[in-house]
């Protein structure tokens, strides 16, 4: 027993070194844990950020595409209701941006996955087109009207929920 009365000091220093190193380690794991919390949180937020972005990105060009739809198919139906019958090249170059602008309309159209705003585009087009163009008063200037003011809120719906 003497001994280890002898040693005391020994084995307290000992004793405390090694708290001293768990504490350490402890500290370290806590650090390290919270790295890798912070680095994936901010990872999902980068994610979370590129999506809200191509997702917002797509829904404009949507917009966008469907305005020139609409100028061209004012210019376009303008031209084949003055001139019916006649192919003139002012008609055939109208009728060429008019196909230009279906076509832009269409693929920003691809890229867009909510179904409301795909539908409400689709309705707009096909009332816009027989409104535009059709010599006969199928759809209204005025159905016309609501269905682009029925996508563009669809597009404002989708917009302010990300």
Do not use: C
């Amino acid at each position: 027993m003497h001994e280890l009365a002898g040693h005391g000091p020994v084995l307290l220093a000992v004793s405390g070194a090694t708290a001293g190193l768990q504490s350490a380690l402890i500290a370290a794991a806590v650090s390290l844990l919270v790295a890798v919390f912070s680095q994936f949180s901010s990872a999902r937020r980068d994610k979370a950020e590129r999506v809200y972005q191509r997702h917002r990105s797509a829904l404009l060009d949507v917009q966008d595409a469907a305005l020139a739809l609409r100028r061209a198919l004012a210019d376009f139906g303008a031209l084949a209701r003055a001139t019916p019958g006649v192919r003139s090249e002012e008609l055939l170059g109208a009728e060429r941006g008019f196909d230009r602008a279906l076509g832009l309309l269409e693929v920003s159209l691809s890229r867009v996955d909510n179904t409301e705003v795909r539908r409400s585009v689709t309705a707009w087009r096909q009332a816009a087109q027989v409104s535009f163009i059709s010599v006969h008063d199928v759809v209204s200037r005025s159905d016309e009207q609501r269905a682009w003011e029925v996508m563009n809120a669809a597009i404002g719906n989708a917009l302010g929920t990300g």
